[in-house]
């Protein structure tokens, strides 16, 4: 598939289909628990294929658990039956740890699980793209740093970050390969402790090496699309275009308008109803409300697709689920 045909057909059309990253509800549809999903790639890809038939959505999208990589590095990882898996500890405190720090071999741990789910899923879903979920680089380091740690390195000792990052984009490099190569069509790249940086700083330490991944990876027929739900996006808006994704999605800390009114016609900007203050904890009327809200705000723009502003939450109820996408619905009927 030309993905970028894919994203101008999008671009072009006046009824555009919602693109929320759905995936870990699943375990509702499935009867089964986060650790079962996150643990057999059969189950990952049935999963994806009950969501896609349950949705009307524009692109099935994978598991956004920002575990598995930080995992092969050596992280500690806690999971349970009904969130995603967190990282816990640091694998990285000095300058020698991170000189010593062993790059993994794509496939160690669950990141095979991850692609053979994958590359069941395109067997399975023939009727709208596929894609992965990756962790971005500067995500990443700070889950092997500590994410606290991570920032304060970034002013007192940058180099033992640098050299995280060197080998953290490395590995996600030949990550996004092997997801290409099991027949995605692209990915989801999460970065959003890069969020909580300065412009410069997000530049130096997370942009610069996105755009290397991206440079790496993305074709015509596999995008990138770059995700950041952090507070400071509107300022680093910059940097993170320059990465040159595909496709951009923000999350639900920022009024979605003022995103939409600096990004490039020809580009397309993807958000942002809040997953779990709406999706999760909200109400139908709640959800229908805020969806609607922020379409009559941006569905102006033609480069603008609705989502949800993060990943939907394991339990967030299917009712609420379906709310979004009634709204969706609504939205174009009326207009």
Not at 112 to 133: C, F, H, S
Not at 134 to 161: H, K, N
Request: aromatic share 8%.
């Amino acid at each position: 598939m030309d993905m970028f045909k894919w994203l101008e057909d999008m671009k072009n059309s006046k009824v555009k289909k919602a693109m929320p990253v759905l995936s870990f509800p699943s375990i509702q549809l499935l009867d089964i628990t986060v650790k079962q999903l996150i643990s057999d790639y059969e189950l990952q890809a049935q999963g994806m294929k009950a969501v896609a038939d349950k949705t009307d959505s524009a692109a099935s999208v994978s598991l956004m658990d920002l575990s598995v990589e930080a995992e092969c590095f050596g992280a500690n990882i806690i999971a349970s039956d009904d969130e995603v898996p967190t990282v816990t500890g640091h694998v990285v405190t000095t300058m020698e740890d991170a000189v010593n720090l062993v790059v993994p071999e794509v496939g160690c741990k669950r990141t095979k699980i991850y692609i053979e789910a994958i590359r069941k899923a395109k067997q399975l879903i023939t009727d709208r793209p596929v894609l992965a979920g990756v962790i971005g680089p500067f995500s990443l380091a700070g889950r092997l740093l500590d994410v606290t740690e991570a920032m304060v390195l970034c002013y007192d000792e940058p180099e033992i970050v640098h050299e995280v990052l060197k080998k953290v984009t490395s590995f996600i490099t030949e990550y996004i390969k092997a997801y290409r190569e099991a027949g995605a069509d692209g990915i989801v790249l999460a970065e959003p402790l890069a969020g909580l940086l300065s412009p410069s700083l997000a530049d130096e330490f997370s942009s610069e090496y996105v755009k290397q991944i991206v440079e790496n990876t993305q074709t015509e027929d596999f995008i990138i699309v770059y995700h950041n739900c952090g507070d400071n996006v509107l300022y680093m808006l910059d940097g993170i275009l320059d990465t040159k994704s595909a496709a951009y999605h923000f999350g639900n800390s920022i009024d979605m308008e003022d995103m939409m009114k600096k990004i490039p016609n020809d580009i397309i900007a993807m958000g942002n109803v809040d997953p779990a203050g709406q999706i999760k904890n909200g109400t139908v009327d709640s959800i229908r409300e805020e969806t609607l809200k922020i379409m009559k705000k941006c569905c102006k723009y033609d480069n603008f697709i609705i989502s949800t502003g993060c990943d939907v939450p394991p339990m967030a109820p299917w009712e609420n689920i379906n709310a979004f996408f009634d709204a969706v619905n609504e939205y174009y009927n009326k207009a």
